[in-house]
């Protein structure tokens, strides 16, 4: 008879050691059998055993060594084995394994393994590999004198097969605690029950359980984002683009003018795991200055049996009333006596999202809107005395473009994995992974706004109430106000792509090389963006604010907010198409050389070439109210417009109930007739980056006596970068590139104390960075002579670097518990910002003339401290039941400056940096009926330093909770429903970091999603 190992195993040690002993007892007077101990001892067999607690390595070295085990468990608790790769004999093997931990291992002439100094009636754990009988045990009891009385020896065998197995959230939890106290640097980890059973719709969603962790909800309006849900994430204090990302052991891309990684386009159920690794190692991949998130599908030979996973849900949203699809399926397998595996994973879904907003746009000065000042006043449009009244020390600020948002998407999505392991040797493993995911997405943004734009020249309210700074009430004349009717339909693709091959070889019984070849490609097209600009004549309006909305009242006749009557002028219809790629080609070598000695225990050295290409295309065809074919149409606007119910909680009785939407296709069709819109390039806002990285780095691990271990390295990166793209004056356009490269040093050193069985205390010094986004770096450069102005990307921008300094006490006081605390500090160079500097620019005639060109540019340094807390137990009382908390409190140095005044300081922290977020999830599992609540919240953080018109942008605290719920009809079958965003909570903004200056709110409502899942 045989079983599996006890991952968690909840016993009395003298029960433990009973059952032990007797079931050997038992079993020895059925099964003996011998083994041949020189060939037990000296065979030279391959191993591949990560460092970790003792006893978990110990049970996965019995079973790579054939080798039955007992383990003296009060001895063995609160120990951390060595990392062990690589071909060894069974003696050497163990020994560098327990190097440095203070155990001492005898491998017996039957094939058992056993730890010295096991004590009489002490706790144990028992560990038996197939083939070999547990009759030796029996043996073993009477060299170690193990004795029990005949009662004990019946209790013992009855309550052996009793094991307490724990599982669901609790074992998701313990894994991740595991993982964390078994690194020698500073990480935080999920694993498949968390990021499976977590009610997320992504990667980014189940992140943000991680202490440091929180996620960028989308704004409305944005067609390219999610519409929502979470796409990306800022750790510790810093945004994505920060943040590095690999799947598999490769970088991933990601579309768009940024570096950060959009998790939105992946399925969380097709993941086994996921690492966040806070403090780096030399052997990490840079571009990560704030750390690396590392994703991993699911390998066939990790498991020793087939898995088949079917899960079948129905996700209705309270905004959208309607019930959409939504499938999963994977399916792990061993071949060949265990040789061979596969693993297939397909997420399919379709499903709509629709999300409601009140918006603002932004708060400018009044006096932006006025036009030429002294021409207005010599009109008699305004006084001196009256622009003083809201100028100067006297500045009234407004909000620029009220209006009322409603955003539609229909998002099939599809996402497959494929992995194929072949273990053609004992000393050859190759992996083959695959990954597809697509998107399809149709939808529409309907906007209805009421803009104090300027465009024509606006006045000043002759009622005008304000409060402070702040307008309050006022109406604008109807020389320059009107009503504005906005459609954008669009289509748009995504894809990603990633396909590796790699291969694990053990050269020598000391040198190992894991050698990996990988290609992967990301695209969002938009095949299709069409918007259609529809006005009213011009009309008086009266806007108020009243709390967090701005209500607006037309005050000319005729004229009424809601009337699609109303709307008489069709002003434009356009298309602008675009599409973003990203492609890059990896190679990578990393060797492990398997020291004998007692201080380095290994090193590790590698390179890796990577040839990444990212380009942007933008398309356009406009037609304006003065083109032919909108001078011709002579038919009824009204008669294209179609009045949709609107709400946003919260909003006052008089605020409008209804928005006006557009009958897309119908309109230009009828319009544009025999002259379809023809998109064609916009030379000056295309641009290409092609970067060529080349990386080589050499660590080792150490332990120092039986307590201290860590890695200290050092990585070099040489980064060659050739950008193209258009210039342009009013001159005309001409082709430009340019060529930059730069070199770095990165050092790193981490270093684990294991003060007590219990205390663990960890410190790290490395040096990271992350390159400029590709915008800032693209050549393109548009100049105005005539005004000598102009505006440019900067190609010769360095890397954000990052000197980096954590510390950590973590207390493991109980089974699956945990109390952690770390410190971390930034030390950031080269931010980038904004700048205006005249240059001396020919013009077409050779001439040099100075122009004004704003840029961006190596800023200055800032720093970002802050503090990580966490803690997780299970209930003494109630074991099916626990807690999990984590909080972080973050600050930063930053400052932030106007484009073209030094001086003027507009934000004093970093964009996405939360002071505090914290995470708290209550849960219970008794493997039949399951249950948790997940809560999460972050406090106000600057969104965008300088958004419309230079002005910063500000997101609102926000708090989510989220439910599941689980219930096991038997032991393949289970209901589940998850509901995010119980309590229906907002996204609101603010801008000028003063929160009654409301930028908007958006509402994305409640999502329901209630499923079965059958497994085998």
């Known amino acids: 008879m045989q079983y599996a190992p006890l991952k968690y195993a909840s016993e009395n040690g003298e029960r433990r050691l009973l059952r032990c002993a007797v079931f050997a007892l038992l079993l020895a007077i059925c099964t003996p059998c011998l083994a041949d101990k020189e060939k037990i001892q000296h065979e030279i067999i391959p191993f591949n055993i990560p460092q970790q607690r003792a006893d978990t390595a110990l049970i996965q070295f019995a079973e790579q060594a054939n080798l039955t085990l007992i383990v003296p468990f009060e001895e063995v608790r609160g120990k951390m084995a060595n990392r062990l790769v690589g071909r060894y004999s069974k003696e050497v093997a163990v020994r560098l394994l327990l190097a440095g931990t203070g155990l001492h291992a005898v491998i017996g002439d039957e094939g058992q393994l056993s730890i010295s100094g096991m004590p009489l009636g002490g706790e144990s754990n028992m560990h038996k590999r197939s083939k070999l009988s547990l009759g030796i045990l029996a043996a073993l009891g009477s060299y170690f004198g193990a004795q029990a009385s005949n009662a004990q020896t019946e209790t013992a065998s009855q309550q052996f097969v009793e094991e307490v197995v724990v599982t669901g959230v609790r074992a998701s939890l313990s894994k991740a605690l595991d993982m964390k106290r078994n690194s020698d640097n500073f990480e935080d980890a999920l694993v498949a029950e968390d990021i499976g059973k977590f009610p997320d719709l992504n990667l980014a969603e189940a992140l943000q359980r991680i202490p440091g962790v929180t996620v960028n909800r989308t704004e409305g309006g944005d067609q390219s984002s999610a519409v929502g849900e979470a796409a990306s994430i800022n750790l510790r204090g810093l945004d994505s683009d920060f943040t590095a990302v690999t799947i598999n052991g490769t970088k991933a891309v990601t579309p768009g003018r940024e570096r950060g990684f959009s998790f939105n386009q992946l399925a969380s159920e097709l993941f086994s795991g996921a690492v966040v690794s806070k403090s780096l190692t030399a052997k990490d991949d840079e571009g990560g200055l704030a750390g690396t998130v590392k994703l991993s599908t699911y390998k066939p030979l990790e498991h020793s049996e087939k898995i088949l996973n079917i899960g079948v849900q129905g996700v209705y949203g309270d905004l959208t009333e309607s019930v959409e699809p939504k499938f999963t399926a994977l399916y792990v397998d061993q071949l060949n006596d265990g040789k061979v595996g596969v693993t297939l994973g397909l997420v399919y879904s379709d499903t709509e999202k629709v999300e409601y907003g009140a918006d603002t746009s932004v708060w400018v000065p009044l006096e ?196 699609v009557n109303s709307y008489t002028v069709l002003q434009q219809i356009r298309a602008r198409p675009t599409l973003d790629e990203d492609d890059q080609d990896t190679v990578k070598l990393d060797f492990s050389y398997q020291a004998d000695g007692s201080l380095f225990q290994s090193i590790d050295f590698g390179l890796s070439y990577s040839a990444r290409t990212k380009g942007f295309s933008s398309f356009e065809d406009r037609r304006r109210s003065s083109s032919a074919e909108l001078m011709a149409f002579t038919g009824n606007i009204a008669d294209y417009l179609v009045v949709n119910d609107f709400e946003v909680g919260g909003a006052p009785a008089a605020y409008p109930g209804d928005i006006i939407s557009i009958e897309y296709d119908r309109l230009v069709d009828d319009v544009l007739g025999g002259n379809p819109l023809s998109p064609s390039l916009k030379a000056t806002a295309s641009y290409e980056v092609d970067e060529d990285i080349l990386a080589a780095y050499v660590m080792t691990d ?56 219990e205390l663990v205390v960890r410190a790290a010094v490395y040096k990271s960075l992350t390159r400029p986004n590709l915008s800032a770096i693209a050549p393109a450069i548009s100049v105005n002579f005539g005004t000598g102005t102009g505006r440019a990307g900067n190609p010769d921008i360095d890397p954000f670097t990052a000197t980096n300094y954590d510390l950590g006490v973590e207390w493991y006081f109980a089974e699956d518990s945990a109390f952690t605390v770390a410190y971390f500090r930034k030390d950031l160079n080269g931010l980038i910002e904004n700048a205006t500097i005249d240059q001396q620019i020919e013009n077409s005639d050779g001439v040099p003339q100075t ?155 409640t999502t329901f999603q209630l499923g079965i899942n059958y497994s085998f």
């Open 368 to 563: 932006f809107s006025l036009g030429n000042i002294e021409d207005r006043i010599a009109n008699g449009d305004f006084t001196q005395e009256q622009f003083d009244s809201i100028s100067g020390e006297n500045i009234l600020f407004i909000p620029r473009d009220p209006r009322n948002l409603a955003n539609r998407r229909q998002n099939e999505r599809i996402n497959t994995t494929f992995t194929l392991q072949a273990e053609l040797s004992d000393s050859v493993v190759l992996t083959l992974d695959g990954i597809y995911a697509g998107t399809d997405q149709t939808g529409e943004q309907i906007r209805n706004d009421y803009p104090i734009e300027g465009f024509p020249p606006t006045g000043i309210p002759a009622d005008l109430a304000r409060d402070g700074e702040r307008f309050v009430s006022g109406t604008f004349p109807e020389s320059s106000q009107f009503m504005r009717v906005l459609g954008y339909d669009y289509g748009v693709d995504t894809s990603l792509y990633q396909l590796n091959v790699s291969a694990d070889i053990q050269l020598t019984d000391s040198l190992s090389l894991n050698a990996l070849v990988g290609t992967t490609s990301a695209e969002e097209d938009f095949y299709s963006w069409t918007d259609i600009d529809i006005r009213s004549a011009n009309t008086a309006i009266f806007y108020e604010v009243l709390g967090d909305f701005v209500n607006f009242t037309a005050q000319t006749d005729g004229i009424t907010v809601g009337d």
């Open 702 to 757: 150490f332990v120092v006596g039986e307590s201290v271990s860590g890695n200290i390295g050092v990585r070099y990166v040489s980064t060659d970068q050739a950008s193209s793209g258009t210039a342009s004056s009013d001159e005309g356009e001409f082709p430009v590139s340019l060529d930059s490269s730069y070199n770095e040093l990165l050092p790193s050193l981490n270093l684990k104390w294991n003060a007590t069985d």
């Open 851 to 1005: 122009v004004s060109v704003t840029s961006p540019i190596n800023g200055e340094s800032a720093e970002v401290s802050g503090w990580e807390l966490g803690f997780t137990t299970p209930f003494g009382f109630f074991p099916e039941a626990g807690i999990a908390v984590n909080a972080t409190f973050t600050d930063s140095s930053a400052e932030f400056v106007s484009e073209t005044d030094a001086n003027d300081l507009i934000a004093s922290q970093l964009e996405g940096l939360s002071d505090t977020s914290y995470n708290a999830i209550l849960y219970y599992d008794n493997q039949i009926v399951s249950a948790k609540l997940a809560y999460n919240w972050r406090s106000d953080y600057l969104a965008v330093a300088s958004s419309s018109k230079g002005q910063p942008r500000y997101r609102d605290e926000y708090g989510q909770l989220d439910f599941s719920a689980g219930y096991a009809v038997n032991d393949n079958i289970d209901v589940r429903l998850d509901i995010l965003n119980i309590t229906d909570e907002q996204l609101r903004s603010y801008t000028h970091d003063d929160k009654l200056r409301i930028k908007g709110l958006l509402e994305t409502g």
